[in-house]
């Protein structure tokens, strides 16, 4: 079990952390709608990468810090608690890169990914891949010095903010599925990309549909091997999914601390269902709390990329934020659709916890398949 005391050097980190965050946090919450709530983030995640607060374990050579994932952790509880807007969430790209890129790719983008002077997405799903990701169709023709790439992805987060995309195209038809893909660099600004917004049940339009028209990516732009594509998925989708980011569970406890509150403001404390209601909620959050530290554990001790039991967090996360939220419309009532509309929003965005990533069933035929190794069939 780790020892959850600060060490000497962790203690100053902290501090050195807490003092920077009370003179540079945004003193007001993100803005509603998309576009300035993007602006707004922006800016914040470069103030982030000017102090010194991104790639916090990252390697120095590539703008990281170097430090480890207990520091990771430690920068992820203090902003939650400092109720600073989250950190910007480009790991699950910025790690694979790490593992599979040639050095040439990790001078050139790692740098600007955690300065965020380059913003990327994920062009993973397609209309009909989704669960079945090893199932996608987008083309990618070899022709001379570089692909040709041709198809239609879906529910690509942000792309109509993002310069690059981590794209997974077929490159072998003939291969058997799982085998036929490459993971390529995308240059979100080349000729024949369109990114058409979809409008979410929040009302904001935060994935898009990307269509590909014989769109030329350049062969040094391949990570890894043409054809490692699907290995180099699983490792993203597993940073995506797990460790679970305790910065989340901090957030998840101040969401409970503001519910608490309100709920008190209105005499529900003394109410049997209301008390239930928090206290269920309460240990939700403290059951998350404790699986982020026992993935942490793992995370100290282990070398290699996440693996496929990261999946128990994404499920635990998925649940505990659906429960919240939840409990917040219960409490609040019909109220959450008057003035006052972000815990409702924040009840309808939670619906999505258990699909992106992977959805929640998807999750658990990971764990029956690969961690408890159940008979198939
Ligand atoms: C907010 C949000 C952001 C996203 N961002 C991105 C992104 O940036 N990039 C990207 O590439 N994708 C992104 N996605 C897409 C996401 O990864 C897919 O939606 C997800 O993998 C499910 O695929 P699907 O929507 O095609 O559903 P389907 O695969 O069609 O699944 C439909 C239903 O069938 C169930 N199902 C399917 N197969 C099985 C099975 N074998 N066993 C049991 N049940 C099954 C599923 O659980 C689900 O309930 C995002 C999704 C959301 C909601």
């Given at each position: 079990?780790?020892?959850?005391?600060d060490?000497?050097e962790?203690a100053?980190?902290r501090?050195?952390?807490?003092?920077?965050?009370?003179d540079?946090?945004?003193?007001?919450?993100?803005?509603e709608t998309?576009?300035e709530r993007h602006?707004f983030?922006?800016?914040?995640?470069?103030r982030?990468h000017e102090g010194?607060w991104?790639?916090i374990?990252?390697?120095?050579?590539?703008?990281?810090r170097?430090?480890?994932?207990i520091?990771?952790?430690?920068f992820n509880?203090?902003?939650?608690h400092?109720e600073a807007?989250?950190?910007?969430?480009f790991?699950?790209?910025?790690?694979?890169?790490?593992?599979?890129?040639?050095?040439?790719?990790?001078?050139r983008y790692?740098p600007?990914m955690?300065a965020s002077e380059?913003?990327w997405?994920?062009?993973?799903?397609?209309p009909?891949?989704?669960?079945?990701l090893?199932?996608l169709?987008?083309r990618?023709?070899e022709s001379?010095?570089?692909?040709?790439v041709s198809?239609?992805?879906?529910?690509?987060?942000?792309?109509?903010?993002?310069?690059?995309c981590?794209?997974?195209?077929?490159?072998?038809?003939?291969a058997?599925k799982?085998?036929?893909?490459?993971a390529?660099?995308?240059?979100?600004?080349?000729?024949?990309?369109?990114?058409r917004?979809?409008a979410m049940?929040?009302?904001?339009?935060?994935f898009c549909?990307v269509?590909?028209d014989e769109?030329?990516?350049?062969?040094?732009n391949?990570?890894?091997?043409v054809?490692?594509?699907?290995?180099?998925?699983?490792?993203?989708?597993a940073y995506?999914?797990g460790?679970v980011d305790?910065?989340?569970?901090a957030?998840?406890?101040?969401?409970?601390?503001?519910?608490?509150d309100?709920?008190?403001?209105r005499g529900?404390k003394?109410d049997?269902?209301v008390?239930?209601t928090l206290a269920?909620a309460?240990?939700a959050?403290?059951?998350?709390r404790?699986?982020?530290l026992?993935s942490?554990?793992?995370r100290?001790?282990s070398a290699?990329?996440?693996?496929?039991e990261?999946?128990?967090?994404?499920?635990l996360m998925a649940?505990?934020?659906?429960q919240?939220t939840?409990a917040?419309l219960?409490?609040?009532?019909?109220e959450?659709l008057?003035a006052?509309q972000?815990?409702?929003k924040?009840?309808?965005?939670?619906r999505?916890?258990?699909v992106?990533g992977?959805?929640?069933?998807i999750?658990?035929?990971?764990?029956?398949?690969r961690?408890?190794?159940l008979?198939?069939g």
């Amino acid at each position: 079990m780790i020892d959850l005391a600060d060490t000497t050097e962790e203690a100053a980190f902290r501090q050195e952390l807490r003092a920077w965050l009370q003179d540079h946090a945004p003193g007001e919450p993100p803005p509603e709608t998309l576009p300035e709530r993007h602006r707004f983030l922006k800016a914040w995640h470069r103030r982030l990468h000017e102090g010194g607060w991104t790639g916090i374990s990252w390697p120095t050579q590539y703008g990281g810090r170097g430090l480890g994932v207990i520091e990771e952790s430690i920068f992820n509880v203090e902003l939650g608690h400092a109720e600073a807007p989250a950190g910007p969430h480009f790991g699950y790209i910025g790690r694979p890169l790490l593992h599979y890129g040639t050095e040439e790719q990790k001078q050139r983008y790692l740098p600007p990914m955690l300065a965020s002077e380059e913003l990327w997405c994920q062009g993973f799903s397609e209309p009909d891949a989704g669960s079945d990701l090893a199932g996608l169709s987008t083309r990618a023709v070899e022709s001379g010095e570089r692909f040709v790439v041709s198809g239609q992805k879906v529910w690509t987060s942000f792309a109509q903010f993002a310069d690059l995309c981590l794209l997974l195209a077929r490159t072998d038809p003939t291969a058997p599925k799982h085998a036929g893909i490459t993971a390529l660099i995308l240059d979100m600004h080349s000729p024949g990309v369109t990114v058409r917004p979809l409008a979410m049940s929040t009302g904001d339009a935060e994935f898009c549909e990307v269509f590909l028209d014989e769109v030329e990516v350049p062969k040094e732009n391949v990570v890894g091997n043409v054809g490692q594509g699907w290995e180099i998925a699983l490792t993203t989708l597993a940073y995506e999914r797990g460790p679970v980011d305790i910065g989340f569970q901090a957030r998840f406890e101040r969401f409970l601390g503001r519910l608490v509150d309100e709920a008190a403001r209105r005499g529900g404390k003394d109410d049997p269902a209301v008390r239930r209601t928090l206290a269920s909620a309460a240990v939700a959050v403290e059951v998350l709390r404790l699986q982020c530290l026992r993935s942490l554990t793992t995370r100290i001790e282990s070398a290699e990329p996440p693996g496929p039991e990261g999946s128990v967090d994404k499920l635990l996360m998925a649940a505990t934020e659906q429960q919240l939220t939840k409990a917040a419309l219960a409490i609040l009532g019909p109220e959450t659709l008057l003035a006052d509309q972000s815990w409702f929003k924040a009840y309808l965005y939670a619906r999505s916890a258990s699909v992106y990533g992977g959805t929640r069933e998807i999750q658990k035929n990971i764990l029956a398949s690969r961690v408890l190794q159940l008979p198939q069939g």
